[in-house]
């Protein structure tokens, strides 16, 4: 075998279903940037356009693209990472909505859908409190009326309001989803009619009702990535989509050597940390981590060209990708983006 990610686009669908049907009445947006969390965005998006998921979570206007590219007309692809006049004018030309939470990126959009000819999509973004480009609670009455008024001239159509929390602790996102909730009220008193109202990523979206609205943003459950301190993954109903297979390239005495080091996105920082890994006598110490190649304590028999699972489904002990990611005080989104392009993604289920 050669070293690869292993993507169970079956485990993909059932995930979504046990989503959808967690938070519904709310719709699911799957969240697709940074290539699908790692896991190939176009697979990743097929699938869950044919699961029947209608919107898309692309973070930037260039994966919003890809998006549309590999699901077709129809499903709504949202993208609030845009930065100049040329990405609005590719978003308008892939049909996106986008998120828009700048005041001059607003005069600027209505710019660019009047040179287009069209109606652009977009959802307000408030400042809760994460201070990640929204609008500021001082400058959202303003805001919105401008944004009133671009929709009376038929430049814009506000669709949504929108923000983002950080779900570090249920006190603070108390105190968003207050501002949250204010800024809405503020819309609608403008004029506005926004139909989806969108705040909670994973976490809350399972944990708290209240954060649901119309719309979550969901990525990291959808892959079945738990979050780290946070429940199970068997608690959430949820199995990881991938395992992460090492080549056995030698076998040095008491040390095996697999084809996966830092420079393919294993974190050194994990060597002395206490990792297992899945070998096929059973779990194993993973004992350093180096650029290209890491080592592993031997097992009977171990040999060139045997498997070892990094983590993933069918590891001895079940090792997920949060589970290294908590030893080195990070999150288990981290550890599956960080996986090198260069290593192949194989799929089952398509
Ligand atoms: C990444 C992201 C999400 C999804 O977060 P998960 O915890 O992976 O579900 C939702 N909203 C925004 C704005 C994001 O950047």
Known sequence: MTTRMHVDLDALRTNIARVRETVAPAQLMIVVKDDAYGHGLEAVARTAATAGVTWFGAFDVRTGSAVRAAVGPVPRIFAWIAASRSELDEAIAADLDLGIGDSDLLEELAVAAQHAAVVARVHLKIDTGLHRNGVRPEH????????????????????????????????????????????????????????????????????????????????????????????????????????????????????????????????????????????????????????????????????????????????????????????????????AVRVSPLIPRTYAGE
């Open 140 to 335: 959202w009455s303003a805001f919105v009326d401008r944004a009133a008024a671009l929709e009376t001239g038929g430049l814009i159509e506000v669709v949504g309001v929108w923000s983002h929390i950080a779900e570090a602790s249920d006190a603070e996102d108390d105190e968003a989803r207050v501002a949250f909730e204010h800024a809405v009220a503020v819309a609608r008193a403008a004029g506005l009619r926004p139909r989806v109202r969108h705040l909670a990523a994973s976490a809350a979206s399972f944990a708290r009702p209240e954060f649901r609205y119309d719309m979550v943003r969901v990525g990291a459950f959808c892959y079945g990535i738990r979050s780290a301190g946070g429940p199970s993954a068997s608690d959430l109903g949820v199995t990881p989509i991938a395992r992460l297979d090492a080549a056995v390239t030698a076998v040095r005495g008491d040390d095996v050597h697999i084809a996966l080091g830092g420079l393919q996105g294993l974190p050194t920082a994990l060597r002395g940390r206490g990792a297992v890994v899945g070998t096929p006598a059973g779990a194993r110490e993973l004992r350093l981590v180096g650029l290209h190649e890491s080592i592993v304590a031997s097992w009977p028999g171990a040999q060139n060209g045997d498997a070892v699972t990094v983590y993933g489904p069918g590891v001895a002990g079940e090792v997920s990708a949060t589970d290294l990611a908590e030893l080195i005080g990070t999150i288990g989104e981290e550890i």
